[in-house]
DNA sequence: CTAATTCAGGAACGATTGTTCCGTATTTTT
DNA sequence: AAAAATACGGAACAATCGTTCCTGAATTAG
């Protein structure tokens, strides 16, 4: 019937993801999308509609991708403290590692334009819900088994894991390159488990 | 010899703030500034050579007045935890408040602008060294006074403060208006004093 | 082969961007 | 009162914005 498409959809979306996440919504204009994407104006409306919803989209396949890193990690994992222990020293490995800092996708999109867009703040809003919860679900698991102090209650704690996990990432975001200054907010944070 | 200027240069300058904190550099058009800074085109080009010199002005302005609010009330204070108190009991009814919610101006640049502008990047690097020398002070006489607790270092402990400070920012620019979010980091951040 | 479909490329759209310039009005100093 | 200086409002600028549309080539199914 017709012409199969010469490009990946999903490999179109994650470099959207990498395009949007290093200059942001306001920052990336349709002819970087055109460039950088490796498909032409026509064939990126017909496929994506318009700016704002390849954006979304591609936000929520990185919100997936994230989401699904963090779940599994903790809910396969033996020792709670363990698993967060990775998951920050990930976040802090990508933050001196990237030669161009970018941040957290989410974090950058909440600031940028969680208030202007209201599909945005949904995204936002329900990654930090889904996010806390699996905090809370992971944090709850390690008290149980001994792993992490009961001194503070479960619900503040994944609150405050992930009140720490978003400053480390604008620290990112803003090029701070020193690992000492990670690694003490991380000190700082693991004290309380 | 010459006309006066019929605007107050800093009340300009505070206006400009408070558009830029709310939509951002490049979300502000030329046409935003010339409607609500209450001057003409010409004379915004002509006072501040243009938009990214406004900005980057403002953008210090706001360092300016955050920095010697935090500066006098812990360089003064008797009581260190109970000034950090305050400050943090600020910056939550700051963001349960706001019906539009800024976040703060600093981590907002940070993230839309720092790695893209060389100017607005050294502000901010700027900001993050003063703020956490400041919490450093704080956090030593605070320990010499016993007041603070000594089980972690000072300067642990200040950046330990910025990168809460931050998250909680964040927090509020997207949108969090529920008190006992930011009650419960609070709570975790001040066990540690 | 034919018909149907969708691709790629690029011209073109009106709207908006940041910025400049000009003519006029206004105020201050001599 | 005259002259110098500068603010003012608004027209106008080229450039870029996101988006649409058209053309022709390519590929598939019948």
Known sequence: ?????????????DKAIEIFWHKG????????????????????YDTFGDKQKLFSM????YQK?????????LEEAVDIKAALTVIFKQAVLESLEDRITKGCFMVNSSVELAMHDEEIAKIVN??????????LRAVKKGQ???QISVQQNARTLARFIFNNYT???VLARSGEKDK????DILKALFSLF
Chains 1, 2 share one sequence.
């Open 144 to 146: 149980e088994a001994g």
């Open 126 to 135: 329900d990654n930090r819900q889904t996010m806390q919860a699996v905090f």
């Open 180 to 183: 000492q200054v990670y690694d």
């Open 25 to 44: 919504y306001n920052g990336t204009s349709a002819q970087d999308l055109v460039t950088h994407l490796g498909l032409s104006r026509s064939s990126l």
């Open 58 to 61: 591609a936000l929520k396949r």
């Open 1 to 13: 019937m017709a012409r199969t498409k010469e490009f990946n959809e999903e490999q179109v979306l």
């Open 167 to 169: 400053g480390i990432r």
């Open 65 to 73: 991708q994230g989401q699904d890193y963090v779940k599994n990690l």
